[in-house]
Nanobody
């Protein structure tokens, strides 16, 4: 089973940028859909973005135009570029994946904390 490890979180001021990275233990990008979710304190985990093996992307309305998901198949990496960050983007961000025959994301990384604050 694939393992996912996120990195790149940290403290950033409002309006700033961060790039999150997720390393996969095996190359699944030609088959699986990759995604990012986030969870803020006291809230349920919510969808942020996903990218299919064919490169089709979907974003939550709250991040559309500010965040960009991408993959580097050769490096087995998926990224989340986050621009124009807002305090409400503060959360633990999780990398996830699902195979084509699976109805839901079911493999998760450990998460990386993003804090947007002045």
């Amino acid at each position: 089973q694939v393992q996912l490890v996120e990195s790149g979180g940290g403290l950033v001021q409002p309006g700033g940028s961060l790039r999150l990275a997720c390393a996969a233990s095996i190359n699944i990008f030609s088959i699986n859909t990759m995604g990012w979710y986030r969870q803020s304190p006291g809230k349920e985990r919510e969808f942020v973005a996903q990218i299919t093996s064919g490169g089709v992307t979907v974003y939550a309305d709250s991040v559309k135009g500010r965040f960009t998901i991408s993959t580097d198949n050769a490096k087995k990496m998926v990224y989340l570029q986050m621009n124009s960050l807002k305090p409400e983007d503060t959360a633990v961000y999780y990398c996830t994946t699902r195979a084509p025959f699976e109805s839901a994301f079911n493999t998760w990384g450990q998460g990386t904390l993003v804090t947007v604050s002045s």
